[in-house]
């Protein structure tokens, strides 16, 4: 709720996929849309940067991103390159 009071209504928000089951409903139960960027690339066993910076570059003005900084959940990766 605390977010959304502070943007239009259906502001899009972009969650990871795979994301956890209560993150989508938690951002529909206060009026956003809720998307989906890349981020587990399930051949590579990694991060898909490529696809996730693709996915991000490509979302509407204004949109939100959440984003698992450090081991992400589920997946137990981190957002770096090392």
């Not at 009071?5 to 928000?13: H, M, R």
């Not at 898909?48 to 997946?75: I, R, W, Y």
Request: aromatic residues 10%; negative net charge; charged residues 20%.
């Amino acid at each position: 709720e605390f977010i959304a009071q502070f943007l239009p209504p259906n502001t899009t928000v972009l969650l990871s996929d795979p994301t956890w089951p209560n993150h989508p409903t938690i951002f529909r139960e206060v009026g956003m849309s809720v998307k989906y960027h890349k981020y587990w690339d399930k051949n590579a066993q990694w991060v898909d940067f490529a696809g996730m910076k693709e996915d991000l570059e490509a979302a509407p003005n204004g949109s939100v991103v959440v984003l698992h900084l450090c081991s992400h959940n589920p997946s137990g990766a981190d957002l770096t390159e090392s």
